[in-house]
């Protein structure tokens, strides 16, 4: 009879801060971790990796400002607002030093939060982190059909228009299909993550999220960074490229630990279960213990 790995208890919060009110979980206990999310990740969805990381550390996962239970910034989303939401929200927890982790867009955020708070953070972890716009592996008519939709989406009434069609229980199969299409995300993430039901609010700061990622060359003028880095990616990342992100992952760390992964995919297809990481991510958990 084999012994069952329970999941940290977790809790959740509120906590208002000089430009958002951020909604966040808390699980586990150990050296604290702040998990910087990716776009539109809410908390129900990327519990189980909070609390797979909580077996290890006091791990905290939040939804950015305008996404699930955060409050929007009262300026348009930039990037470079979330070191100092990092910043306020690890002061008020009363947190001199800690962890910092990142995944796919969550990686960019949480190397400007390490540009801006270095001096505090004692170890890095990104996995499958988007820092390049050249990494990305769409198709030229992809990018061109995403940028379009950007564009698009800035214009407030368009942006309404847009809403408004998303919404329409009769065009979830054929949008969720052609969204897939062009995104090349597996059709099961995209119902899973209620892709087409977004508020109004949270489409806007996608929408400007979406545009930063195709603007985006990470390059930190001081680097290498002097801080532990655990870089962890699929070779067979079916919407980034490997190589490339690797490379850039290297120029800028001193101390690179790297582990491989074979899977065919950017992120599961199915939520992720705390057992299911466990079973993939457990030995990577233990190297960067």
Request: with cysteine; charged share 20%.
């Amino acid at each position: 009879m084999t012994n069952t790995i329970r999941p940290p208890q977790a809790t959740f919060g509120d906590m208002t801060l000089p430009n958002t009110r951020l909604h966040y979980v808390k699980a586990g206990t150990g050296p604290p971790l702040i998990i910087v999310p990716a776009t539109v990740s809410l908390i129900r969805q990327w519990l189980p990796l909070t609390q797979f990381m909580g077996q290890r550390f006091t791990s905290y996962f939040f939804e950015l400002p305008g996404h699930g239970g955060s409050t929007p910034y009262p300026e348009k989303f930039e990037s470079r607002f979330v070191p100092e939401t990092v910043e306020a929200f690890v002061n008020i927890l009363g947190y001199d030093k800690f962890h910092l982790m990142g995944f796919s867009f969550g990686g960019l955020l949480a190397l400007r939060t390490l540009e801006h708070l270095q001096d505090r953070i004692e170890k890095v972890i990104l996995l499958s982190p988007c820092v390049s716009k050249h990494a990305l592996k769409w198709s030229t008519p992809r990018q061109w059909a995403f940028k379009a939709s950007i564009k698009a989406m800035k214009n407030r009434r368009l942006l309404q228009g847009i809403h408004y069609v998303m919404n329409a229980p009769r065009l979830e199969g054929p949008l969720i299909y052609a969204l897939s299409k062009v995104s090349k995300v597996d059709r099961r993430i995209l119902k899973n993550k209620n892709a087409l039901r977004m508020p109004l609010s949270t489409l806007d700061v996608f929408a400007y999220t979406l545009d930063e990622i195709f603007q985006m060359e990470y390059q930190y003028a001081d680097a290498p960074f002097n801080i532990p880095c655990y870089f962890g990616m699929s070779v067979n990342d079916d919407i980034l490229k490997y190589e490339l992100t690797e490379q850039i992952v290297k120029r800028h760390f001193q101390q690179l630990t790297i582990q491989k992964f074979t899977h065919p995919y950017h992120q599961p297809p199915e939520p992720p279960t705390f057992e299911w990481l466990n079973r993939e991510f457990g030995q990577f958990l233990k190297v960067i213990e």
